[in-house]
């Protein structure tokens, strides 16, 4: 097994979690998404990583909001009465195996505490790690 680095481009900023948001910048197809909250310092908070490996990051997202998904709009909202989203602009992940190992690397790095537990990934690399990157 060997070792993989994804390298990614995050959205231009976070959105807030709301209706009226998700429709006009939540991506229309698969990828990875993160719920964000700000500390005092106004440095981000990583909530929950997930992946959207069968629906779109839009979809997903409208899940979570109508409580259809975990963690619901009620537990993040418990949380921080600020939450907003975040998601994987670009990225060089090709397959949905990649957007998994993704997933599974912000996991690892941010340790969010509505994540259960660390998704393992795929299991094809022995480690995974994100650079972010200004363009691909």
């Given at each position: 097994m060997d070792e993989r680095t994804f390298r990614v481009v995050m959205s231009e900023r976070c959105y807030?979690?709301?209706p009226d948001s998700i429709p006009g910048h939540a991506p229309d197809g698969p990828g990875v998404y993160e719920f964000v909250t700000f500390d005092p310092a106004r440095n981000p908070?990583?909530?929950?990583?997930?992946?959207?490996?069968?629906?779109?990051?839009?979809?997903?997202?409208t899940e979570h909001l109508l409580g259809r998904r975990s963690p619901t709009a009620q537990e993040l909202f418990a949380r921080s009465p600020d939450v907003y989203f975040d998601f994987v602009a670009r990225s060089d992940a090709r397959s949905p195996e990649d957007l998994r190992d993704l997933a599974a690397a912000l996991v690892a790095r941010h340790s969010p505490p509505l994540n259960a537990s660390p998704d393992p990934g795929s299991g094809r690399f022995r480690k995974v790690e994100v650079q972010e990157v200004e363009s691909l």
């Open positions: 807030r979690f709301k908070v990583v909530l929950f990583v997930g992946a959207a490996l069968d629906a779109t990051v839009r979809a997903a997202l």
